[in-house]
């Protein structure tokens, strides 16, 4: 017989709730994206790619082209294609994990796993100098894998402690923990770097001990959220013991399986993910690069850079909130398409923008709206998600491997744009195409109402 959509989602189906809006458990949830946010901010998105730039700058002066693996490659190109490479690895590796860890109950020991891999590359680059360039490319390849392999199942606790109606302020609430705590450890790092003298540093010593203190913070503060957040039963015993003879391998494999059946009778899901994965592209290659384009297209100078960084996620928080607002208002997708339009803009001022004032207002703009898009992306696809649903991390698996796939696929689009043309410009300008889209498709989603009616024939026969 085939098992309904809505046999699935519901609790005699074997899914054992997590009580949801528990405030320790909430704040605990929120106290991982403190922990794991200074990453993206130190290594992604600020100090690591200026150190990146000076590294390749020494080994290739003239021309900043650098050796890897026997082929030639630009500096900045490497450092893209590198984000492509990691991203490209977790998406074909986790949904498989996340439907196991569904299946096992699970979810907190992947999130540490994928957490300490990550953190302890993070605190390895500490190591990176010009002669260990390649085998330090491969450990920032393994931190990107870790970081975002731990997302997948953090983000999977939002529909299992949240009531929908609080989705929206919590996943904000979230990104904005993030901010702040990302903020005061760029705070610490940058004092490190502008007082290296006064300290007894070396400039490059004072760098890569960011990287250290950022693997030791993202680790040291993660345990809050893994002491707070519960341990997710999985299937029930009698499900379990039944599947036991079969293996855990194999049962990874047919959770995957029904989560991908249901997701072919869920359209407003998939039209979703269609429109993620594009405008997607777009938002997650400017986060990347906006670093590496202001040091090698505008020339500025590091700690400018840094400092408009830090500023950059204090307007983050505003913007998450002010959007999460926006939201309960006019509707998720009427909030996201107006983002997304605000993104198009800035692609388009990207192509214009020069050193000084207007690179300033430009920053600005691009944090009002970051937090924004991330946040709601991220509850609303937690509202069309399946209610009840016992399988949170495949359907985020999912979720994730959209992201990783657009990620993989703006990074490579922009480095090989640069690579062509010579200008970081004509790349910037060539993200607006996946913006178009992304809108385009949001469109698509109609009225406030965006969960899918449960189907009888959302799963594969048994």
């Known amino acids: 017989m085939p098992e309904s959509a809505a046999a699935v989602a519901s609790p005699e189906a074997g899914f054992h709730a997590i009580p949801k809006d528990d405030k320790r458990i909430t704040r605990g949830w929120t106290f991982y994206d403190w922990a794991n946010s200074v990453y993206p901010l130190v290594i992604t998105s600020s100090i690591f790619p200026i150190y990146w730039g000076s590294v390749t700058a020494e080994l290739s002066p003239e021309t900043d082209v650098v050796r890897f693996l026997?082929?030639?490659?630009?500096?900045?190109?490497?450092?893209?294609?590198?984000?492509?490479?990691?991203?490209?690895?977790?998406?074909l590796v986790s949904p498989f994990l996340t439907s196991l860890a569904d299946f096992s109950g699970r979810k907190k020991l992947f999130m540490q796993i994928f957490c300490y891999i990550g953190a302890f590359s993070c605190a390895a680059l500490f190591f990176f100098t010009p002669d260990t360039l390649t085998l330090s490319t491969f450990v920032f390849i393994a931190a990107t894998v870790g970081f975002s392999g731990s997302i997948v199942f953090y983000n999977s606790y939002l529909p299992l402690i949240s009531s929908e109606e609080k989705y929206d302020s919590l996943s904000a609430r979230g990104?904005?923990?993030?901010?702040?705590?990302?903020?005061?450890?760029?705070?610490?790092?940058?004092?490190?770097i502008t007082f290296n003298e006064e300290l007894g540093l070396t400039k490059g010593f004072a760098t890569r001990l960011s990287f250290l203190l950022t693997g030791i913070w993202w680790a040291g503060f993660a345990q809050i959220a893994f002491f707070a957040l519960p341990a997710d039963p999985g299937r029930p015993a009698s499900a379990a013991?039944?599947?036991?003879?079969?293996?855990?391998l194999l049962n990874g494999f047919r959770e995957l399986a029904k989560v991908f059946a249901q997701l072919k009778h869920l359209p407003n899901l998939k039209r979703f993910l269609l429109?993620?994965?594009?405008?997607?592209?777009g938002v997650q290659t400017v986060m990347y690069v906006a670093t590496i384009f202001g040091d090698k297209e505008l020339h500025l100078e590091s700690t400018a850079l840094i400092v408009t960084i830090l500023l950059l996620q204090v307007v983050g928080i505003l913007g998450a909130y002010l959007f999460a607002k926006l939201s309960e208002r006019i509707g998720n997708t009427r909030a996201l398409s107006w983002s997304v339009f605000i993104w198009m803009c800035i692609c388009v001022a990207g192509y214009f923008v020069q050193a000084g004032w207007s690179f300033y207002a430009l920053a600005a703009v691009i944090g009002l709206t970051m937090g924004a898009i991330q946040s709601l992306s991220r509850s609303t696809y937690s509202k069309i998600m399946p209610e009840n649903t016992p399988n949170?991390?495949?359907?985020?698996?999912?979720?994730?491997?959209?992201?990783?796939?657009?990620i993989v696929i703006g990074t490579a689009v922009f480095g090989v744009i640069a690579q062509l043309t010579g200008s970081m410009r004509n790349s910037i300008l060539s993200l607006i195409v996946f913006f178009v889209l992304g809108l385009v498709f949001l469109?698509?989603?109609?009225?406030?109402?965006?969960?899918?009616?449960?189907?009888?024939?959302?799963?594969?026969?048994?």
């Open 443 to 462: 469109l698509t989603l109609r009225g406030k109402k965006l969960r899918d009616e449960p189907v009888a024939e959302a799963a594969p026969p048994q």
């Open 175 to 192: 990104f904005s923990m993030g901010y702040i705590g990302s903020v005061l450890l760029l705070i610490i790092c940058l004092v490190l």
């Open 275 to 281: 429109a993620y994965f594009t405008y997607n592209m």
């Open 70 to 91: 026997g082929f030639d490659v630009p500096g900045s190109s490497l450092l893209t294609y590198s984000i492509s490479a990691a991203f490209l690895l977790i998406a």
């Open 241 to 248: 013991a039944a599947a036991d003879s079969s293996g855990w």
């Open 392 to 406: 949170t991390a495949a359907f985020f698996s999912f979720f994730d491997v959209t992201e990783k796939l657009s």
